[in-house]
């Protein structure tokens, strides 16, 4: 053991370096959700709890205009074209008892799809009812607000639940689909976005309240 | 036997053989070939079979020659089939078959001759290549092999197309097409598009062929139908249901199929379009649709068709129904920077299309070859598109193309870019003064103009919204600032500019203005001297100078003051704004004064005038006439006037000083308008014109004028001087000038019968008849006497001023006219003298007959029969209607003495109603009740005895009945008020004291009084009810009726006169009767004692 043969330590050496050199030590990597996250304001559970009272308050008018943009049947045979069920629409099955960041992780999966389902609605919509103003007015507004809520819950989850990973799910998109598929695709997504944003409400206020 | 089908049969085939036996005996031999037949595919060869019988002779061959109608020898070939190939020759063909056996032994021969006729040709089954589908527009394309080339020339093919559609292959059509055949194989193709989509169920397609050759006489058959091809539906192998077609744009009022398509374990519920349910049509067992007739225009997201699947699905689809797009109207196309072309048109009728569908621009160049996508959106009514400027290309020919799904459209339009020029709007406006008249201009053009020469237009609005443009032309530049100067401006105004720009040589179209911008010029020395006059002061030997402000248009800058001078006397003021006079002290000496207005530029060129005063004498004053917006003055022309006329006026106002006023005119002028903004309608103006002599000034003419006139402020001030029973003399007094407001023309007098009260509108009433005018023209006249007038009669006087200017107010007087005495005299003189002389000449007759009058009328004793009051009323005396006075017969008087006296004496206050022969035995005073009771009256009594059945007897007062009543006591009797209206029923006959009268007895004897009862009772009675006789009214009717019977007087009179018919002298002295009723009567009877 005494004994190193000449030439050796050299090239351990080169190896050792050849290894190192180049190579970013390991640290903890923050995931791409948490990436850029500063402290959240001081205000962020308020605001999120008006933000979700908010498309709560709009989302029937979004969903109504939806359908009147749409043209017949789809306002008078609701139940046979747009079954929400049918859609991917992430399932909100918490409750008032729910632990919070259970809460806050089913809403960011919620409105995460539903971030992602509002721009095809909205690119579908532009390109069907260029004329509807108001409808794409009313998208537009809804998914600036969601995007607010989004980034509002990513802070609570990153910086207050350090949950720094959800699986989400982003439906499918309606390019290639035909226009009938996009209307009613539209539709479902925005009649189960109705029903889960009220359910939101209703769970979520106890505990924003107390947070 | 003959009911037995088996041996029917067998007998049939005995027959049939039996047939064939005798057949074959006539050939001689049974292998002999039969029933030839010759069909061509190619009209070169042809193809012939026939039928031999075999037997068991399987070794048997064939050997067919054949010659053609030429003389030709016969070619003969072998075969071991029944059949041959063998050409196709004009004509006819002789055919020989002869059948030879395995060694080679021919067993039969056949010679048969076959025409032409009898070939026939069948091509050749055609061969469909290729089949193909394009699902979006529902057209099957199809491509077959005419195989041409198989004729020798040149034919006519037809082609039957069978297609076929659903399970149960129905025919859909059956379509013709026909092809000429050039010898050569060629690729034909067809398409044909589907009512459907394509995809909803399989559609099957075949094709056959026929060759037409009008020099091949045999029969021409079609050829077999081709093998089957397919193009298959999607109604089978689905993932999930699906409705076709899918997002197809049609146009409105197109008739369109939709399917719906399912998977097994599903069945079809409905399916709409919109809103409706259409009928259902079964095309496979997985696909059905509906035909929508006539669609109209979608909304923009297309209207949706869908089915309802049981047991729970749904599948749809969106149809866009819209319009092709229109022709594009109005192409323009200009430049604005020669980089690029600019476009613009209106897309006309709107497609109903939007976004992916919407219509699609191109516009191509055809010169260059190229083209541009012009980006437009369809919501944006303003549809442009740029084209780049080629260097070196002046002409572009330009086709805009418009497409969408449903068509196309397009417009040309050809350009001379040079032509075409649209500037940009000048950009970076500035602009700047440097002197008093000019400015200088700059502006900044976007695009390169190198090649062209530009025409700006340059707009100068002055302070008054004068507005000029100037035109300016210059060279183009590329990206460059242009430059302008401005001259001719008026210094020390202030302007507003803007600029223009267009093409100079081929103008086009004005740019948009450029921005406004504001410029004052500098200032410049004032452009002339100011307007002066002077006045001389006579007493302190000063002169006034005046002079006149320069307008803003002359002062070219702010006046800063005034330099005045005195030639000869070297003398210089300087008067500061706004000071426009000054006083300069001649001290006996006349000089030449100068007067300069100065500003920041400078000194204006002086104005001049000398101090000097012509004498003047035997001025005259003239009247102007008013202009309403002016005074127009003349004057007659003095040839020694060389430097013209100076009209002065001075315009007071308030306290202050008048401010000399003067106005300048050339030696030629003789007339002139004043005008001044200063004067004022009714305001009188003095004016005083100067001569411009050549050693002075002289005044020539004074002048006094109105620059309007109106009607007099004021009403004149007038009296009444004297007034008559038939004039009024009017006095009034001139109206101060300040009141007249004009010269005045006159006065007006109205005079009318009118009281004070009297409305002034009915006073002044045109067309009154009372109404009189008298206008007074005469001003020097100041009274007015108005004659006929009547007398004692109320005049209104109204006065009134006028001038040209109207009628000015009035002033209004009363005036009462005397009464005319005489009149009144001779009224009353008159009547009086006439009644006087009839007085006279009736006192001297009445004074000459009073004998005759007194026998007449007042005897001593009268005599009834000349007294007319004592005729009786012939219907009551004797019932003849002539009246008839009492006769006089000689009666012995009788004294009847009353020996009952009454407790109450009734007062007698009519005298009228006394007996005279009661009152002789009363005593004077009448009135004793003592001696009353015990009453002799003398009593004649009645030769006719009358009496009055009739209690009521009503006749006039004025009627001469007299009626006699019973001589009885002056004392009522004393009758139960109870019994008097039975008493009322009481005729007594002949003399009855009425108080004795048996009350019971009356009652007896009058309750049913008859005629007969009445001639009992006859003799004199009381002929009225005593009650009624109401002594202090002897005129009241009531006194005359009789209806009651108890009182009565003892004398008779006439209750209608209530005169006693004959007074006694004894009782003239008799008291008064206490009577204040009064009748005419009296008066005669009194006369004689008045």
């Known amino acids: 053991m005494k004994f190193i043969p000449a030439g050796v330590v050299p090239l351990l050496l080169m190896i050792h370096c050849k290894l190192v050199v180049g190579k970013a030590l390991p640290v903890n990597t923050p995931s791409p959700m948490c990436e850029n996250m500063n402290l959240c304001k001081p205000n962020v559970v308020e605001q999120t709890r008006k933000l979700v009272v908010l498309l709560n308050a709009t989302a029937p008018d979004l969903f109504s205009i939806y359908l009147d943009c749409q043209g017949d049947p789809f306002s008078s045979h609701l139940d046979e074209l747009c079954n929400a069920t049918t859609t991917d629409f992430p399932a909100f099955q918490v409750n008032r008892t729910s632990h919070k960041k259970e809460i806050m992780v089913a809403l960011y999966k919620v409105f995460a799809f539903l971030n992602a389902s509002l721009g095809n609605i909205t690119r579908d919509q532009e390109e069907l009812n260029p004329t509807a103003k108001e409808l794409l007015e009313r998208l537009h507004n809804t998914t600036k607000t969601t995007r607010g809520l989004i980034s509002n819950l990513t802070c609570l989850l990153c910086n207050k639940y350090n949950v720094s990973q959800v699986d989400v799910t982003y439906g499918k998109s309606s390019k290639g689909m035909n226009v009938f598929k996009k209307k009613q695709q539209g539709c479902q997504v925005l009649r189960r976005y109705v029903q889960v944003v009220s359910q939101a409400v209703h769970v979520l206020l106890p505990h924003l309240s107390q947070a | ?1090």
């Open chain 2, 1 to 1090: 036997m003959w009911d037995n089908p088996s041996l029917r049969c067998l007998l049939a085939i005995a027959f049939l053989h039996l047939l064939s036996l005798i057949y074959s005996q006539e050939t001689g031999f049974p292998e002999a070939p039969w029933s030839l037949k010759c069909i061509t595919h190619d009209l070169n060869r042809m193809i012939c079979s026939w039928d031999a019988t075999s037997s068991a002779n399987l070794g048997l061959t064939y050997k067919i020659c054949y010659t053609n109608s030429e003389p030709f020898s016969p070619v003969c070939i072998e075969t071991g089939e029944k059949r041959a190939d063998i050409p196709v020759a004009m004509g006819s063909t002789n055919i020989q078959i002869t059948t030879l056996n395995a060694s080679g032994t021919p067993l039969a021969t056949e010679t048969f001759v076959l025409p032409e006729e009898n070939v026939s040709l069948i091509p050749l089954t055609p061969q469909i290549l290729n089949l193909n589908a394009d699902f979006s527009t529902y057209t099957l394309y199809m491509k077959w092999n005419d195989s041409g080339s198989v004729f020798q020339h040149e034919l006519d093919a037809s082609w039957q197309i069978q297609i076929l559609r659903k399970e149960t292959m129905e025919t859909v059509t059956l379509m013709n097409y026909d092809s000429k055949l050039t010898g050569k194989d060629s690729i034909l193709s067809w398409n044909w598009t589907s009512d459907i989509p394509l995809e909803c169920t399989s559609h099957h397609v075949k094709i056959r062929c026929y060759i037409n050759d009008p020099y091949f006489s045999g029969r021409t058959e079609w050829s077999e139908w081709s093998p089957i091809k397919t193009v298959p539906g999607k109604d089978t192998k689905l993932s999930s249901a699906v409705v076709f077609p899918q997002d197809k744009v049609v146009l409105v009022g197109s008739n369109v199929t939709f399917c719906c398509l399912y998977n097994e374990g599903e069945s079809i519920k409905y399916m709409k379009y919109g809103s409706k349910s259409y009928s259902l049509l079964h095309l496979s067992k997985w696909s059905s649709a509906i035909k929508v007739q006539n669609v109209s225009a979608s909304i923009s997201s297309g209207t949706n068709v869908w089915c309802s699947l049981l047991p729970d699905n749904a599948a749809g689809t969106v149809l866009f129904v819209g319009y092709a797009p229109d022709t594009p109207q109005n192409l323009n196309c200009e430049t604005r920077t020669f980089i690029t072309i600019t476009c613009s048109w209106n897309p006309g009728r709107p497609t109903g299309l939007y976004r992916q569908r919407q219509t699609k621009y191109i516009l191509f160049e055809r010169i260059s070859r190229e083209n541009v996508t012009c980006k437009v959106d369809e919501l944006n009514k303003k549809h442009h598109c740029d084209f780049p400027v080629h260097a070196n290309q002046k002409i572009y020919s330009f086709t805009l193309g418009a497409s969408n799904p449903l068509g196309r459209a397009e417009s040309s339009l050809l350009i001379d870019v040079n032509q075409r020029v649209n500037l940009e709007t000048p950009d970076k406006f500035t602009v700047s003064a440097n002197s008093s008249t000019n400015a200088h201009l700059s502006w900044y053009i976007p695009g390169n103009f190198i090649q062209i020469r530009l025409l700006c237009q340059i707009e100068i609005s002055n302070s008054n919204s004068e507005r000029q443009l100037r035109n300016i032309s210059m060279a183009g530049a590329e990206n460059s600032n242009y430059r302008a100067r401005v001259d001719a401006l008026h210094p020390y105004a202030t302007y507003t500019f803007r600029v223009r720009c267009s093409a100079s040589e081929h103008f086009w179209r004005w740019s948009k203005w450029s921005e406004t911008k504001k410029l004052t010029t500098l200032e410049a020395p004032p452009a002339r001297g100011p307007d002066i006059w002077r006045e001389r002061s006579p007493v302190r030997e000063t002169l006034t100078v005046f002079w006149k402000p320069l307008l803003l248009s002359e002062a070219n800058g702010i006046i800063l003051s005034h330099e005045v001078s005195c030639y000869l006397r070297e003398t210089m003021l300087e008067v500061p704004v706004p000071l426009n006079s000054t006083e300069i002290k001649l001290e006996g000496n006349d000089c030449l004064i100068s007067v300069a207005a100065k500003n920041h530029a400078g000194l204006s060129p002086p104005s001049r005038i000398t101090s000097v005063d012509l004498p003047s004498d035997n001025v005259k004053t003239e009247l102007a006439i008013a202009m309403g917006n002016g005074i127009y003055i003349s004057w007659h022309s003095d040839p020694n006037v060389t430097c013209g006329y100076t009209l002065k006026w001075c315009i007071s106002s308030g306290s202050e000083p008048c401010s000399v006023d003067w106005e300048t005119f050339p030696s030629n002028a003789t007339d002139a308008v004043i005008k001044s903004a200063l004067f004022q309608p009714g305001v009188r103006y003095n004016f005083s014109l100067y001569g411009c002599k050549h050693n002075g000034y002289q005044l020539l003419q004074n002048i006094t004028g109105y620059m309007k006139e109106l009607p007099p402020k004021v009403a004149p001030n007038f009296t009444v001087e004297e007034t008559s029973s038939e004039s009024i003399l009017v006095k009034w007094e001139d109206i101060p000038v300040e009141d007249c407001q004009g010269f005045l023309k006159g006065y007006i007098l109205y005079f009318a019968k009118g009281e004070k009260g009297t409305s002034k509108t009915n006073f002044m009433e045109e067309g009154s008849p009372e109404l009189t005018v008298k206008n007074i023209t005469d001003l020097t006249k100041k009274s007015l006497r108005i004659l006929d007038l009547q007398g004692k009669t109320s005049y209104r006087l109204d006065l009134r001023a006028y001038t040209v200017g109207g009628i000015g107010p009035s002033k209004d007087l009363y005036v009462v006219t005397k009464e005319n005495s005489m009149g009144l005299i001779i009224a009353i003189l008159i009547p009086v003298a006439v009644a006087v002389v009839l007085g006279v000449v009736t006192s001297i007759l009445c004074y000459q007959k009073r004998e005759w009058i007194k026998e007449t009328f007042y005897p001593d004793i009268p005599n009834p029969e000349n007294s007319k009051a004592l005729q009786f009323q012939k219907n009551i005396c004797e019932g003849n209607t002539a009246l008839k006075t009492l006769e006089m017969n000689p009666c012995t008087p009788n004294s009847v003495e009353v020996v009952e006296t009454r407790s109450t004496v009734l007062k007698i206050e009519d005298t009228e109603i006394i007996s005279p022969v009661a009152d002789s035995e009363l005593p004077e005073d009448g009135s004793d009740p003592e001696t009353g009771s015990h009453v002799v009256v003398s009593y004649c009594p009645p030769i006719i005895e009358e009496e009055i059945s009739s209690p009521l007897i009503d006749e006039p007062v004025g009627s001469s009945q007299l009626i006699y009543i019973d001589i009885q006591s002056m004392y009522q009797p004393q009758i139960n008020p109870e019994e008097e209206p039975e008493i009322n029923f009481v005729t007594t006959a002949g003399y009855k004291p009425q108080m004795q009268l048996p009350i019971n007895s009356m009652k007896m004897e009058c309750h049913s009084p008859t005629e007969e009862d009445l001639d009992k009772t006859a003799g004199y009675r009381p002929q009225a009810n005593t009650n009624v006789w109401k002594l202090d009214s002897p005129d009241s009717p009531i006194s005359i009726q009789s209806n009651n019977e108890n009182g009565s007087f003892g004398s008779p009179c006439s209750i209608n006169s209530r005169q006693f018919l004959i007074p006694p002298k004894d009782y003239e002295d008799s008291p008064t009767p206490n009577n204040t009723g009064w009748a005419f009567t009296n008066f005669f009877q009194n006369k004689p004692n008045d």
